[in-house]
């Protein structure tokens, strides 16, 4: 019997510890697990060095390169994190897309269109803001270029961590001003360049905003407050998805296809135009089929505008890979050839295994760090259905045209996030509207400003938070990217 209590108590006590075991095993998971994707990232980044050490040529910097590498990289990685937000955002919030169909879909085709379209020549100066006459020195410009890389990527690091979706191109522009002014002087700066930069902050967002906008009040006009909806969803939404299909091919032959053939913006308009017609006829059939059985309710006009919206997240993620992808490895592949050749060079070539640093950072930046960013761009800033998320896709792909006919230099990120702006503030405006004048039909009195304010459908502090990224995005990399350049003159002299 004695034999007996002591064997209980003796599992009585290897059952406490047991437990301890299994709460320190859960802790140091919880622990752990924010640790996987930095791991990830770490040993990513590392192999883009090791990549970069056996392969360079011979003759070249090797120390220098890798370096170089270890940076675009990284850079590349939070290009992932961010930019690529602003593609996806709309269809995860409208739930068109689960996010780990969203984040597969956008690895694939950032990929794609990076390494079909990526192009083989990229600008070494970013678009010419530096005069490369005016760093005769190659050793200068490549630690120009290193600070100007290493500055832009801790700014959209600094930017994904707190929740802003900013422009990376805007972050590399103001890394190569800041590193430089301090390499060069002021004078070797195209302040005629930084002013139509400056200008596409206002033009970017009020032109998305505006399109999508107008977009979002045709869909409501002629479908949602229709009395039978699915008649007039069978006859429109054909009309949309075809012009839907058009400008995405001229989008993609303008962003993409340029890069390997010549194509001009009336070829461009042409291909989209036939493509759009093709698509409006064969689409008419086909939504008269999905319509079938539907009720007469707004939900069942989802259901007609979920394909599209997934198509046009998957071309807006190929057209940003082929056109944003240079903004990681651009710099990278200037240092590559200055630390080679021992020159400066208005444009270089882009070696594949460069193109593949971009290609692969940003699918794993998107992997492990996106769903943040997609997160607070579907659903934070306003409430997104498939109607609305269409608008938001669709007038991203029509700004950036615009914008490339009149010679703009816009962003990506500010037009899609001002488009999502766009279709909040027109869904506040059209809300207000109609209560109006349901209270003056009723003879009711007006609402007040306090019940007016609770009612907001767009998160004035996203706009505020982004709205001021936005603005400090260039001087602050600036800053930051001159700062570094004079540490490293420091150590290395």
């Known amino acids: 019997m004695a034999r007996t209590d002591l064997e209980a108590r003796h599992l009585e006590t290897l059952d406490r510890d047991l437990g301890r075991f299994s709460k320190l095993e859960l802790a140091t998971g919880y622990v752990a697990r924010p640790l996987v994707g930095p791991g990830i990232a770490f040993v990513f980044i590392a192999l883009a060095g090791l990549t970069a050490a056996l392969l360079l040529d011979q003759g070249g910097n090797t120390l220098i390169v890798v370096c170089a590498a270890v940076f675009g990289a990284y850079m590349a990685l939070n290009i992932g994190a961010n930019d690529v937000a602003n593609n996806m955002g709309p269809a995860v919030g409208a739930n068109a897309l689960t996010m780990s169909g969203a984040i597969v879909i956008a690895a694939v085709f950032e990929s794609a269109g990076a390494l079909l379209a990526g192009g083989d020549v990229v600008s070494t100066i970013s678009s010419g803001i530096v005069a490369p006459e005016s760093m005769t020195n190659s050793s200068v410009f490549i630690w120009a270029m290193m600070a100007a890389l290493l500055a832009s990527a801790l700014w959209v690091n600094l930017a994904t961590w707190i929740g802003a979706p900013v422009s990376t191109t805007h972050a590399?522009?103001?890394?190569?001003?800041g590193s430089g002014i301090v390499a060069a002087g002021v004078g070797a700066i195209n302040w005629?360049?930084?002013?139509?930069?400056?200008?596409?902050?206002?033009?970017?967002?009020?032109?998305?905003?505006?399109?999508?906008?107008?977009?979002?009040?045709?869909?409501?006009?002629?479908?949602?407050?229709?009395?039978?909806?699915?008649?007039?969803?069978?006859?429109?939404?054909?009309?949309?998805?075809?012009?839907?299909?058009g400008t995405f091919a001229a989008y993609l032959a303008l962003k993409g296809l340029n890069r390997v053939l010549d194509i001009s913006l009336g070829m461009a308009l042409t291909i989209g135009a036939a493509l759009g017609l093709a698509i409006w006829l064969v689409m008419i059939p086909v939504i008269r089929r999905q319509s079938r059985g539907l009720e007469n309710r707004n939900k069942s006009l989802k259901v007609l505008f979920g394909i599209p919206l997934v198509i046009s997240a998957a071309l807006l993620s190929f057209a940003h890979g082929a056109n944003d992808v240079a903004n990681a490895v651009g710099p990278l592949a200037a240092i590559v050839h200055a630390s080679q050749s021992g020159a400066v060079s208005e444009s270089v070539g882009l070696p594949l295994w460069v193109m593949m640093i971009g290609a692969l950072g940003i699918s794993f930046g998107l992997f492990l760090f996106g769903p943040k960013l997609i997160r607070m761009v579907g659903s934070q800033i306003t409430k997104l259905n498939p109607m609305r998320a269409y608008c938001v896709a669709l007038s991203a792909a029509i700004t950036v045209i615009l914008a490339s006919w009149l010679g703009l230099p816009v962003s990506s990120t500010h037009i899609a996030v001002g488009a999502i702006f766009g279709v909040g503030f027109f869904r506040e405006w059209d809300a207000e509207r109609r209560l109006?004048?349901?209270?003056?039909?009723?003879?009711?009195?007006?609402?007040?400003?306090?019940?007016?304010?609770?009612?907001?459908?767009?998160?004035?502090?996203?706009?505020?938070?982004?709205?001021?990224?936005?603005?400090?995005?260039?001087?602050?990399?600036?800053?930051?990217?001159?700062?570094?350049?004079?540490?490293?003159?420091?150590?290395?002299?």
């Open 172 to 177: 590399v522009v103001g890394g190569v001003i």
């Open 436 to 493: 109006k004048l349901a209270h003056e039909e009723l003879n009711r009195p007006r609402v007040g400003p306090e019940e007016r304010s609770r009612r907001k459908l767009v998160r004035r502090a996203h706009v505020l938070t982004i709205a001021a990224a936005w603005v400090i995005t260039v001087p602050a990399t600036a800053i930051l990217s001159a700062l570094v350049f004079l540490i490293v003159r420091l150590l290395a002299a």
């Open 192 to 245: 005629q360049t930084m002013g139509a930069i400056a200008a596409s902050w206002v033009i970017s967002p009020v032109m998305g905003g505006v399109c999508a906008a107008g977009f979002l009040w045709f869909i409501k006009a002629r479908i949602i407050h229709r009395p039978d909806k699915i008649a007039a969803a069978r006859v429109w939404v054909p009309v949309l998805v075809g012009i839907m299909a």
